[in-house]
């Protein structure tokens, strides 16, 4: 399994995923444009990929699905939830490219299997993927509010997480943002703060986990050395050593991150 994390951030999100004959991409979060030239710079053509998969209907995770589908004629796979706000403001996706999909299903391409689990975040049936290729497993998540105990088990023991850790708790509460903007984030239903990954992935991260991506970072509320600090110090006090157990890596806003090739230990 190959991937790379295209573009990720509060301003637009986009990771690519490979293996053998078999190319997608989850979430479509910024211009067509971008993503091509991020393609390019992995030496993937949007003409090869097969389907985009999308883990909800906010704009920073859809801005280019509409483009990349009509342009490369791309299906395009998204919760019945998620497809009812899609059809407000994506066109001309034709019907036979339309897929909707639920947790729990495992959806097949090529070697590749990909399991939809649901988050809890404030839009309408949002989930996260993990991403499985024989036994390596990828986990992709990120807008979540917290993570549950049961997601938790459905992420366990990954070889890789994409997995968000949006702000500084202390950075939001003195920032620019109206209150109300400030309550939603830090809610349930909002978006995980760097301490709250920081736990998270201490209980989820195994013996098998080679690689942890930073991911959705606020460019107003977080910083990437903080974060990555704040996760390696949480993570070295659960006794995970980072940088010789887990490697920790960073995402960018404009982009990608080099493709890594994945295989169990």
Known sequence: MKFSVLASGSTGNCTYIGADGVH????????????????EEIAV?????????VTHEHSDHIKGVGVMARRFQIPVYATEGTWRELDKVVEGIPESDRHVIKAGDKLEFGELTIEPFT?????????GFNIYEGETKLTHVTDLGYVSERVKETIAGADAYIFESNH????????PHPWNVKRRIL????????????????EVISGDTQD??????SPDNNVPELAEL??????????????????LHQTYRKKPTPIRSLTRR
């Open 24 to 39: 997608l991409l989850i979430d479509a979060g910024v211009s067509g444009k971008q993503i091509q030239a991020a393609l």
């Open 45 to 53: 053509s949007g003409e090869s990929i097969d389907a985009i998969l």
């Open 119 to 127: 988050i809890s975040h404030d839009c309408n049936e949002p989930v």
């Open 168 to 175: 500084d708790v202390e950075m939001l509460r003195v920032g």
């Open 187 to 202: 809610s349930d239903k909002g978006h995980l703060s760097n301490e709250a990954a920081g736990e998270a992935l201490s």
């Open 212 to 217: 942890v991506y930073l991911a959705h970072l």
């Open 230 to 247: 704040t996760v390696q110090t949480i993570l070295q006090g659960a006794g995970i050593q980072v940088g010789e157990d887990v490697q």
